[in-house]
């Protein structure tokens, strides 16, 4: 692999503004980014094709993967948020641009920016979603609303994330974050309620089994934990 990819740089300097070179940036990005891992390799290859090939949808490609190395690889949040915002920038599929910015969302809420990601997801909102869209955005903006403390605003996000998408809500295990959200609001009979719910479907069924028998200890021994905390 780095012996072609040494030719494939050979070809880029000794003729810069070619379609051979475009062609060995191509190639060498494939092999820099999933044979060897060489995410930098990578990003030098991808910004080569997006300044000089002269085919949009390369530039496209080029552009998705830096934002791909920089949100899933590197997990580098903050140039994440720069590139998927070129992307989104450039990107016409309406379906495909409310993906990016759920990414943008996602970056923004891994950094710990709470205000900056549900704006984001507001935006997404407005825009045209599939079904898992919808769902992977609202589920979102619950785990946003855990993370602020808010949690009567995260249940009824949750509860409405179920109501709305039951099947995709026992795929994705949303129960756990519901429960979560009224043992933290204190509401300890609710998050027992939910938990229940999962004991059909849920693997390994012993972790909710815990979980329930822990909430019971706590619902027993600690005063004012009936509803929700004032």
Not at 160 to 168: A, I, M, S, T
């Amino acid at each position: 692999f780095k012996e072609a990819l040494g030719h494939f740089d050979r070809v880029i300097k000794r003729n810069t503004e070619s379609r051979q070179a475009v062609q060995s940036a191509i190639e060498g990005s494939k092999i820099a980014h999933y044979d060897i891992k060489n995410y930098e390799k990578a990003l030098e290859y991808y910004r080569f094709i997006i300044r000089f090939s002269a085919n949009l949808p390369e530039r496209l490609d080029a552009q998705k993967k830096i934002a791909e190395i920089y949100f899933q690889a590197l997990q580098a949040y903050e140039k994440a948020i720069i590139e998927l915002g070129k992307l989104a920038d450039i990107t016409e599929n309406l379906f495909e641009k409310a993906e990016v910015k759920l990414n943008i969302a996602r970056s923004n809420y891994y950094l710990g920016q709470f205000d900056q990601a549900r704006a984001e997801i507001a935006e997404v909102l407005r825009m045209p979603l599939d079904e898992n869209g919808h769902f992977q955005a609202m589920s979102l903006n619950g785990n946003i609303l855990i993370a602020q403390k808010n949690y009567v605003d995260a249940i009824k996000q949750f509860e409405q994330v179920r109501e709305q998408f039951p099947k995709l809500a026992v795929q994705e295990n949303l129960g756990l974050m519901l429960a979560l959200a009224y043992e933290e609001n204190w509401n300890f009979s609710e998050a027992i309620k939910v938990l229940e719910s999962l004991l059909e479907t849920y693997q390994p069924k012993e972790y909710i089994e815990l979980r329930i028998k822990r909430l019971r200890d706590r619902q027993k021994n600690q005063p004012g934990a009936k509803g929700y905390r004032k």
